[in-house]
């Protein structure tokens, strides 16, 4: 079945992950409580449309993504199997999840400072 709650949820956390965010700093950004971030990410709530939008301009993406899955902006279109990886909450991947989490930081700061390896 179909539950377009858990999917964009999964996004959510997905991006706010790569972008090495915690819930509570997401909800602070949002103007929200942090349980009702966990609960969006579980699939158990819903962000407004309002709030969808910021969460768009935070993560740099469009709503097409957030809600749909589609049009991803470079900024957050990942391989499937590094997605995998920072979704994961199995402990044997958390050396990984590091790994990857500090690599999308460095990445992201290099793209906001335009130094060398921005595209």
Request: hydrophobic share 40%.
């Amino acid at each position: 079945m179909h539950n377009l709650n858990e999917e964009i949820g999964a996004r959510i956390a997905t991006l706010r992950k790569a972008n090495g965010m915690t819930q509570e700093k997401l909800a602070e950004k949002l103007n929200c409580s942090i349980k009702h971030i966990s609960h969006v990410e579980r699939g158990v709530a819903s962000l407004s449309l309002d709030l969808l939008i910021e969460a768009g301009d935070i993560f740099d993406c469009s709503l097409d993504y957030l809600i749909k899955g589609e049009t991803v902006s470079p900024e957050v279109k990942l391989p499937t199997f590094v997605l995998q990886i920072l979704g994961s909450s199995d402990s044997r991947m958390a050396k990984e999840r590091v790994l990857l989490t500090n690599y999308l930081n460095m990445y992201r700061i290099l793209r906001e400072n335009n130094l060398p390896g921005r595209q």
